[in-house]
């Protein structure tokens, strides 16, 4: 970093000093900037290898460069079901558990009801339950009610829901405890009844916490290895894919699909970053 | 629908649990009541028979000790290591990145974006023996010529750090996020040199998110098998890979269950010695 500093004549005690001075001010700066580079390497190495062609099944070591792995993205037996399989999963189960959260969100923050305490921690016990214990008690349940569910599918679907719900639950919960519900008492002395105030004034409110919950919600279940892996049977969703041929070969497919999955989040992200930045400024505006 | 609701408040709040309540019922305390049941059984796979079983408790600590001791002992240094990496990013996000924070913290959850399979497979590439890092660690003999990093416990434990990161920096920030500037000036004030103001105030302040992003941290963690599966050997197999194959691969339903709760148990001594600490309000947020 003081290379260059180091070529240029000035006394030696003050570049020292200056040095010192420098480092101290910006040691905080740099510190954090190489911890944020540490943290964007693999994705970096994720993206960069989705244009390698490697020289043999294992997608380790960099060749060369090619744009072959995007135009053929699904030229991997089983990786344009697993995908399907994996969005899917993922819509379903998003939808459901954030209605199913922001109720439970609602009824905890704006409710003073007996078993409130009960409430907040079955909502907190999933969350600090290792993921392996979450699978594995959810399969010894599926095992031994083989009349009612088959491995597959549906069950991957009530996983999803059961560990995305508490996530919901704390992200509404965040966003309404701050919330003024003065709007809504106005709402009703305007004559509004609950549902209608909830339509026309609480949902638009809490929108923006659900859109939250949702995006957070649907990237853990289009991520999740380990719960899924216990309760999928036969299914396959682009994770357990990963997991199947890891054992065999690392086509730069799936580094394809995995830098696509990214570069859309990120982006529903961005705008969700930028949405709420907005709605603050907004609501400072009128207040 | 509005004026029943409005008649019968009491009721409101039940109605708006009872679905998401009910799930959690049914697909995660029920099914660690079978889990329970499960883990007293005993026999050969598909011939379980509830037997209170309790041998598969002390059979399961007794065999697999080592792997419990070392799935605790690479969560804890994980953790540790996501402690020291996130508090000086997530502060310097907090104080000095004014405009920028949301975009920093955007740079927290991003790994989250990349399949967690997907992203541990990238630290084969970082790691490969004829990678980058491996050739420059030989060169100025941090390693052997035939060293590697690969199936090593630094690659699981540094694994393991990376994917769990976001789950320190996140509850890291908001405690940081939280604190009143006024606090620091008045500590400056008082003539508190920058030092004694953040060992004084803004450390005792974080200490609540310390403990939290400890907790979140190190749960998961302990119970990881993905990072000793693919960065490391069975040298490092942690007590989650035990329970995987256990459960998936031989078949032995009984003694992973036994295995599991044992997990869970220790787990949750942990949680109530916190909640203990700091209160169980804050606990569950």
């Known amino acids: 970093m003081r290379t260059i500093a180091a070529s240029t004549p000035r006394p030696p005690r003050g570049l020292a000093a200056r040095a010192w001075a420098f480092a101290k001010r910006h040691a905080l700066t740099v510190y954090a900037l190489l911890v944020v580079g540490y943290l964007m390497l693999p994705i970096a190495v994720v993206i960069l290898f989705s244009f390698n062609k490697p020289a043999g099944r294992f997608n380790y070591v960099w060749e060369e460069f090619t744009l072959d792995n995007w135009a053929h993205w699904n030229a991997v037996l089983g990786i344009q079901d697993a995908i399907i399989t994996s969005l899917e999963v993922g819509l379903l189960a998003t939808v459901v558990a954030t209605a199913l959260g922001t109720l439970i969100a609602m009824a905890l923050v704006r409710h003073h009801f007996v078993g409130r305490g009960a409430t907040n921690v079955l909502v907190f016990l999933p969350m600090s339950t290792p993921e392996i214990v979450l699978g594995a008690s959810l399969l010894t349940l599926f095992l031994n009610t083989t009349a009612v569910f088959q491995l597959g599918f549906v069950t991957i679907f009530i996983a999803h829901v059961m560990f995305i719900v508490s996530f919901v639950v704390v992200t509404v919960k965040a966003r309404l405890i701050g919330f003024d519900r003065h709007l809504e008492e106005a709402a009703m002395d305007l004559g509004a009844n609950e549902v209608t105030t909830f339509r026309k004034v609480t949902l638009p409110l809490i929108a923006p916490a659900m859109l939250a919950a949702a995006l957070l919600g649907f990237a853990l279940s289009i991520d999740d290895f380990v719960i899924t892996y216990f309760n999928a049977g036969g299914t396959q969703t682009f994770p357990i894919f990963v997991w199947g041929i890891a054992r065999v070969s690392v086509p730069p497919q799936i580094n394809v699909v995995a830098s696509a999955i990214f570069i859309v989040a990120i982006t529903l992200a961005l705008g969700n970053v930028i949405w709420q930045y907005r709605g603050a400024k907004r609501t400072q505006g009128v207040t | ?285």
């Open chain 2, 1 to 285: 629908m509005g004026t029943f609701l409005h008649r019968h408040r009491g009721v409101t709040p039940y109605l708006l649990l009872a679905p998401g309540i009910l799930w959690l019922a049914i697909f995660f305390l029920i099914p660690l009541a079978f889990l329970g049941y499960e883990s007293l059984q005993s026999g050969l796979f598909p011939n379980f028979e509830f037997t209170w079983e309790i041998s598969n408790f002390s059979n399961g600590i007794r065999d697999y000790h080592e792997q419990f001791v070392r799935s605790f002992v690479y969560a804890g240094i994980a953790t540790g290591a996501c402690l020291v990496l996130a508090y000086p990013l997530v502060y310097w996000i907090a104080f000095r990145a004014g405009p920028w924070r949301n975009l920093f913290l955007l740079f927290i959850v991003a790994p989250f974006f990349v399949t967690y399979l997907v992203r541990t497979l990238a630290w084969l590439n970082i790691l490969a023996d004829q990678g980058p890092v491996v050739s420059i660690l030989r060169d100025v003999h941090v390693l052997g010529p035939d060293g590697r990093l690969l199936a090593t416990t630094f690659a699981v434990v540094s694994g393991i750090t990376y994917n769990f990161f976001p789950f320190m920096a996140l509850p890291l920030y908001v405690s940081l996020e939280q604190i009143d500037p006024r606090l620091l000036e008045a500590a400056k004030d008082l003539y508190a040199s920058p030092t004694q103001a953040f060992l004084r105030v803004t450390l005792p302040l974080s200490a609540p998110g310390i403990v939290a992003g400890t907790l979140l941290t190190f749960i998961p963690a302990a119970g990881d098998f993905i990072n000793a599966a693919l960065l490391g050997t069975p040298g490092q197999a942690m007590i989650g890979n035990v329970i995987q194959s256990k459960f998936l691969e031989s078949l032995d339903y009984p003694s992973a269950a036994a295995l599991s709760f044992v997990l869970m148990g220790l787990i949750l001594v942990a949680l109530l010695v916190y909640a203990r600490v700091v209160g169980s309000e804050r606990l569950t947020g």
